[in-house]
């Protein structure tokens, strides 16, 4: 097979949820480039119809739809649920991206801070992955199975977020959920997988990294030297969703330079005391 059909998704159905910015859109623009049709949800409807016009500009062969959905509720999910149903009958890749993180001094931590994190990052992915495996089904084949990626952290392998004290231990959620549904959902020819990235360019990196300057620094934390670029996420992904990864279920992939296999960053470098969602 030429690699050109390796990674060709022409004719692929996606729903990135987070999509309108970020990690998100970087991957919409990747799927839209090998072909893919894609759906965009997050709380924000204005901002999911402005992030698939703009990636519908750049005359990819896929097409991007972007529309409200919110996953940090049950009636939330069930709603996002309801409408892309609406749209599609099957559903060949499930992008779990959208995110949320809170940060406060351990000593100040509130109750809200922990629950509203796992909330979307951790119940929200499971019951919208539960709720649309109906579509997934419909896509799944042998040859061809569908497609979960799940999108956890780096945070969720090391102590690396500071004051974000739910964030990491919710990512380290993501990182097994992905392992329980791989082993769930293998013999309906549905693959799990999850990404596992350092920092990027996001709404809820703009604290760390949001000028050259914090580029350059968060960087000499990184064996290879910088934070993470675009291509670096859509080629993970690209592999994942395509018939190079059909093999691969129930892994996390760290898309971090090397960072995993380094030393911790101490948590008093990174400060993190807001509120901030990646959607």
């Given at each position: 097979?030429?690699?050109?059909?390796?990674?060709?998704?022409?004719?692929?159905?996606?729903?990135i949820?987070?999509?309108?910015?970020?990690?998100?859109?970087?991957?919409?623009e990747?799927?839209?480039?090998?072909?893919?049709?894609?759906?965009?949800?997050?709380?924000?409807?204005?901002?999911?119809?402005?992030?698939?016009a703009?990636?519908?500009?750049?005359?990819l062969?896929?097409?991007?739809?972007g529309?409200?959905?919110?996953?940090g509720?049950?009636?939330?999910?069930?709603?996002?649920?309801?409408?892309v149903?609406?749209?599609?009958?099957?559903?060949?890749?499930?992008?779990?991206?959208?995110?949320?993180?809170?940060?406060?001094?351990?000593?100040?931590?509130?109750?809200?801070?922990?629950?509203?994190?796992?909330?979307?990052?951790?119940?929200?992915?499971?019951?919208?992955?539960?709720?649309l495996?109906?579509?997934?089904?419909?896509s799944?084949?042998?040859?061809?199975?569908?497609?979960?990626?799940?999108?956890?952290?780096?945070?969720?392998?090391?102590?690396?977020?500071?004051n974000a004290?739910s964030?990491?231990?919710?990512?380290?959620?993501?990182?097994?959920?992905?392992?329980?549904?791989?082993?769930?959902?293998?013999?309906?020819?549905?693959?799990?997988?999850?990404i596992?990235?350092?920092?990027?360019?996001?709404?809820?990196?703009?604290?760390?990294?949001?000028?050259?300057e914090?580029?350059?620094?968060?960087?000499?934390n990184?064996?290879?030297?910088?934070?993470?670029?675009?291509?670096?996420?859509?080629?993970?992904?690209?592999?994942?969703?395509?018939?190079?990864?059909?093999?691969?279920?129930?892994?996390?992939?760290?898309?971090?330079g090397?960072?995993?296999a380094?030393?911790?960053?101490?948590?008093?470098?990174?400060?993190?005391?807001?509120?901030?969602?990646?959607?």
């Amino acid at each position: 097979m030429t690699p050109d059909k390796l990674f060709d998704l022409t004719g692929k159905t996606a729903l990135i949820t987070g999509g309108a910015s970020g990690i998100g859109f970087m991957a919409a623009e990747g799927f839209m480039g090998a072909g893919c049709n894609v759906m965009i949800a997050s709380r924000k409807a204005r901002n999911c119809e402005g992030a698939a016009a703009e990636l519908n500009k750049l005359g990819l062969p896929g097409k991007a739809e972007g529309f409200a959905g919110d996953v940090g509720s049950q009636e939330g999910v069930e709603a996002l649920v309801a409408e892309v149903m609406s749209r599609t009958d099957r559903l060949d890749i499930l992008m779990n991206n959208a995110g949320k993180t809170w940060g406060a001094p351990l000593e100040e931590f509130p109750y809200e801070g922990w629950s509203r994190v796992f909330d979307v990052n951790v119940t929200g992915m499971f019951y919208l992955t539960q709720k649309l495996l109906p579509l997934l089904r419909n896509s799944a084949t042998p040859a061809d199975p569908a497609r979960v990626i799940n999108v956890g952290s780096i945070g969720g392998w090391q102590p690396r977020g500071g004051n974000a004290h739910s964030y990491g231990v919710s990512k380290a959620a993501v990182h097994f959920m992905t392992q329980t549904l791989a082993s769930k959902l293998a013999e309906e020819h549905i693959t799990v997988n999850a990404i596992a990235p350092g920092p990027f360019m996001s709404k809820m990196m703009a604290f760390a990294i949001g000028t050259p300057e914090q580029r350059e620094k968060a960087g000499r934390n990184i064996p290879l030297g910088r934070v993470g670029e675009p291509e670096d996420i859509q080629g993970a992904v690209l592999y994942l969703a395509s018939r190079a990864g059909a093999y691969v279920t129930g892994h996390t992939i760290p898309i971090a330079g090397g960072a995993n296999a380094g030393i911790a960053v101490p948590a008093n470098k990174v400060k993190a005391t807001t509120v901030v969602d990646d959607e």
